[in-house]
């Protein structure tokens, strides 16, 4: 089947998953990209037909996809319509991300044809994982786009079992990370950070009050602040990098599935 379209659905509040997810698009080579930002609005019922494509792409916060993120898959719809899945984690490790990505997908009539894990920067302690994806990075994501669509140009991929992938069932809890962005004085109350804010945990009349119940610490409003006021520290904060640094420094490889096989391909 020749597939007309592909639609880019992600979300990326430090702009590292978009890459991931534009890279492997590219590598499909198809024509058309539409993208579906799910950080910067609200998601309107769509439904993408089985000669179409969808990459899902999302981070791992604490072994798990956002909750929020989560809540707007729901409004993708598909019938059969074969899909790309990836989770782009700092370092760590990405525990039951893919596989609950892969299920929420799969339930919403979507089928995965394939599956990726990719390392990038960490949101939290940048100085893990620092610069990626690199170079090498994204000729791996490019490689598993061009690998993905030659799967699907096989008729039997629809046939084939589920695709495996590791992870809990039940998942791991999903916790409230602790970790919060702080403000410095050079705010100067902009707002772009309350518009931003894709748990809406800013406060609009004094950006430097945060609902901590309600903030996720996915360092979108320190990443698009112009004056560079929005960061984390603090004593716990050095305490737990300084912890983070020593166990997570050493550079993990990125992981792929095919459906092919069932089984990961280090790149």
Same mark, same amino acid.
């Given at each position: ?18 890459k991931i997810i534009d890279t492997i698009a590219r590598g499909c080579d198809v024509n058309e990209i539409e993208r579906h930002d799910l950080l910067l609005?609200?998601?309107?019922? @769509?439904? $993408? ?38 989770? @782009? ?14 299920? $929420? ?68 809890e999903a916790g409230n990370i602790p970790l919060k962005p702080k403000t410095r004085r050079s705010c100067t109350r902009c707002g772009l950070c309350v ?54 420094? @050493? ?17």
């Amino acid at each position: 089947m020749k597939y007309k379209k592909i639609h880019a659905i992600f979300f990326s509040a430090t702009g590292t998953t978009r890459k991931i997810i534009d890279t492997i698009a590219r590598g499909c080579d198809v024509n058309e990209i539409e993208r579906h930002d799910l950080l910067l609005k609200k998601q309107n019922d @769509t439904y $993408i037909p089985e000669n179409e494509i969808a990459i899902f792409g999302m981070p791992v916060y604490a072994g798990r996809i956002p909750a929020i993120s989560a809540e707007s898959l729901r409004h993708f719809t598909g019938k059969h319509t074969p899909a790309i899945i990836a989770c @782009t984690y700092g370092n760590r490790a990405y525990d039951d991300a893919l596989l609950e990505l892969r299920n $929420i997908v799969e339930e919403q009539g979507f089928i995965v044809v394939s599956a990726g894990a990719f390392i990038a920067q960490h949101s939290i302690f940048p100085h893990v994982g620092t610069g990626r994806p690199d170079i090498r990075d994204i000729a791996e994501a490019t490689e598993f786009g061009r690998k993905s669509i030659s799967i699907l140009s096989a008729s039997e991929w629809r046939e084939e079992k589920q695709l495996s992938l590791p992870g809990n069932n039940p998942y791991r809890e999903a916790g409230n990370i602790p970790l919060k962005p702080k403000t410095r004085r050079s705010c100067t109350r902009c707002g772009l950070c309350v518009q931003q804010c894709p748990a809406q945990a800013i406060d609009a009349e004094n950006p430097h009050r945060l609902d901590e119940s309600r903030c996720i610490s996915c360092a979108h409003c320190i990443a698009i602040c112009p004056r560079h006021a929005k960061h984390f520290g603090g004593i716990l904060y050095r305490l737990a990098s300084r912890k983070f640094s020593k166990k997570f420094s @050493t550079p993990l490889h990125n992981e792929v599935f095919y459906k092919e096989s069932s089984f990961p391909a280090k790149e």
